[in-house]
């Protein structure tokens, strides 16, 4: 349902945004306010998320835990996207995302709102599961399982054909 009233919502308000800007100061500068916008908006973004890359990296470096760093970088692609959706309301929700402090608060908010039963990196786990004793190593070494059927690789002889190369 809040889906449905955001789709709804939000084309209104934009709506209602341009009539209000562009009544007040004039068709030309309102789009170029969009158009400019939209290009500083990109710009931010890129800086954004190469910084959000940066910290994604080194988090996985030093297996720390990666759920913030890539809450980070998908808030800052939302904010991308609004940025470069024309409309004044939503360059202001895109633009309030590219705030460190509004991300952060915002993950905050969503990290209440979601359990996570365990996350483990590291050594001791292996494919997403801990193995008991020997150091969490696996267990069965270096063993691989497989299935394997012999192919015999030699033509059968048969008479020239066109198809092969053979005397003429």
Not at 51 to 68: I, K, V, Y
Not at 153 to 159: A, N, Q
């Amino acid at each position: 349902m809040y889906l449905f009233l955001a789709f709804l919502m939000v084309p209104i308000i934009e709506i209602a945004l341009f009539i209000q800007v562009g009544g007040a100061i004039g068709l030309w500068p309102t789009l170029a306010i969009v158009v400019l916008t939209a290009v500083l908006g990109t710009w931010l973004v890129k800086t954004q998320g190469r910084l959000a890359l940066g910290q994604l990296r080194s988090s996985f470096e030093q297996l720390n835990d990666p759920t913030e760093p890539l809450a980070h970088g998908a808030m800052i692609l939302v904010a991308g996207a609004l940025l470069l959706t024309p409309g004044f309301f939503t360059d202001a929700v895109g633009f309030a995302l590219l705030i460190p402090q509004v991300r952060m608060s915002v993950y905050r908010y969503l990290r209440s709102k979601v359990t996570v039963a365990k996350f483990q990196m590291g050594p001791g786990t292996m494919h997403g599961r801990s193995y008991p004793g020997d150091g969490g190593r696996d267990p069965r070494g270096d063993v691989i399982d497989g299935e394997y059927e012999e192919v015999n690789t030699e033509r059968p002889r048969s008479g020239p054909s066109g198809w092969v190369d053979g005397p003429r």
